[in-house]
């Protein structure tokens, strides 16, 4: 499996489900991001008691961990894909790879999309940044 590749620092977590902003209030934004890449669109069961070996605690620090299981002991969390802010923060970063001077076949491979998904990204991308500032 590729890992996805998200620039964390360009994700406004204003953007992202109050589910996951709670959780980032918990366990910080790293930890976050983590459980959202590999339980997105699950749900995950939070121990009565931290445990190093449960499946969260290795997706995480040990002591986010146990602050989540503080808060969230016997619980069933639902965790959002949280889709559209990964994409419109990954579609960003290949704009900027992409005016940087990067060639779309390089950025094909390093976000394993195809070519013509970049071309089309970088375009959609620059007509929406174009068309956002004031008219006047």
């Given at each position: ?6 620039p ?12 996951i902003?709670?959780?980032?209030d ?17 749900a ?13 605690a ?16 016997k619980e ?7 889709h ?12 900027k790879e992409?005016?940087?001077g ?6 094909a491979?390093?976000?394993n ?17 174009d ?5 006047f």
């Open positions: 499996m590729t890992e996805r590749i998200v964390t620092a360009e994700i406004c977590v204003s953007d992202l489900p109050e589910s902003q709670h959780l980032i918990i366990i910080g934004f790293p930890g976050a991001l983590k459980v959202v890449q590999r339980y997105g669109g699950g995950v069961f939070v121990p009565e008691k931290p445990d190093p070996s449960h499946p969260l290795e997706v995480m620090e040990y002591i986010s961990f146990c602050k989540l299981v503080y808060v969230h002991a069933q969390l639902p965790i959002p894909r949280c559209k802010a990964i994409l419109a923060v990954r579609n960003q970063q290949i704009l992409f005016l940087a990067r060639s779309q076949r390089k950025l491979y390093k976000f999309l195809t070519e013509r998904r970049i071309h089309s990204i970088v375009h959609r991308v620059r007509l929406r940044d068309y956002s500032g004031d008219l």
